[in-house]
C-alpha cells in the first residue's frame, strides 16, 4: 500500500499552475511524441484524443496557429479557453471540474488486467455504454489502462490519459451498468494510481460538475477539488478570400 502524496507546487503562486494548461503542458512535455504542432497550438492525432491547446489563451498569434493546424471551419475542442477572438464560434460549453489525488489510497488490483490494442474493440463497446468520455481507436497508446473482466467479458476499465510533468490525468472510469455497486470502479482507480505513484507523479481528474455521484466518490476516496474547468468546442474561421489581383 502507498503512503498519500500530497500535491507540491511547481510555479510560485503567482504564476499559472501547469494544470491549468494541462493538455499544452502535456504535449510539449511527455508526450510530444504524439504532439502535432503549428508554433504556439498544439493537439493529439484525431484517433488518439480529441483534444487542442494553445500555449497561451490570451495571445492572439496562439489563435492564428490554431487555425491553420486544424482547418478552416472546424469544429476542435480547446482547453483553457474562456473566450475567442473575433470570427471563432463557440459551438459548446459544458462545466468541468478538476480534482487532484490529496490522500488516495493507491493500491493495485489483482483481477485488474492490462488493456491494450487487441482489446479496442471490447472498450469502444463499454464507453458507448457508459459515456465517460472520450475515447479514440489509439487513446490506449496515451498510458497504462486496465480492465476487470467477468466470464470473459471487460466490464470495467479506467486508465490514464493527459500527461504534463509530474502528473498523469486518470480518465475513461467506467462500469457495465449491469456490475455497478461493486466498487469496481474504486479499485480500478486506486490501481492506476498506485502505478502513476510508482513514477513519483501526481494523479488528478476530471468530470463533468453536474456528474455529482462521481464527484462526491472521488473525493470520498482521497480527491480534493482543484478547480471549476470549461470544456470548449469551438469552430475555426473560414478561409479569407484571396485578394482581388
Not at 479506467?158 to 474504486?186: K, M, Y
Request: with cysteine; proline share 11%; charged share 20%.
Amino acid at each position: 500500500m502507498s503512503a498519500s502524496v500530497s500535491p507540491s507546487p511547481t510555479q510560485s503562486p503567482a504564476e499559472p499552475h501547469l494544470l491549468d494548461n494541462a493538455v499544452w503542458a502535456a504535449l510539449t512535455g511527455p508526450h510530444a511524441r504524439f504532439a502535432e504542432r503549428v508554433g504556439r497550438a498544439a493537439r493529439y492525432p484525431l484517433d488518439v484524443c480529441p483534444f487542442t491547446a494553445l500555449a497561451d489563451p490570451a495571445d492572439p498569434v496562439a489563435w492564428d496557429d490554431l487555425a491553420e493546424l486544424v482547418g478552416p471551419e472546424t469544429v476542435t475542442p480547446v482547453t483553457g479557453v474562456r473566450a475567442v477572438p473575433d470570427g471563432w464560434e463557440i459551438v459548446e460549453r459544458g462545466q468541468g471540474v478538476q480534482l487532484v489525488d490529496t490522500g488516495l489510497r493507491a493500491e493495485p488490483a489483482p483481477e485488474a488486467v492490462r488493456l491494450g490494442l487487441d482489446d479496442i474493440p471490447e472498450i469502444l463497446d463499454l464507453v458507448a455504454l457508459t459515456t465517460p468520455g472520450p475515447f479514440l481507436p489509439r487513446t490506449v497508446e496515451l498510458g497504462v489502462y486496465l480492465g476487470i473482466r467477468h466470464r470473459g467479458r471487460l466490464i470495467a476499465m479506467a486508465g490514464e490519459r493527459v500527461h504534463p510533468p509530474g502528473w498523469t490525468e486518470i480518465s475513461a472510469v467506467c462500469t457495465h451498468p449491469t456490475h455497478r455497486g461493486q466498487g469496481l470502479a474504486t479499485r480500478l482507480v486506486r490501481a492506476v494510481a498506485a502505478g502513476i505513484r510508482a513514477r513519483g507523479e501526481i494523479p488528478f481528474l476530471h468530470a463533468l460538475a453536474s456528474n455529482t455521484n462521481a464527484i462526491r466518490l472521488y473525493e470520498s476516496i482521497g480527491f480534493t477539488l482543484r478547480r471549476r474547468t470549461d470544456f470548449v468546442l469551438v469552430r475555426t474561421p473560414g478561409r479569407h478570400p484571396d485578394p482581388t489581383p
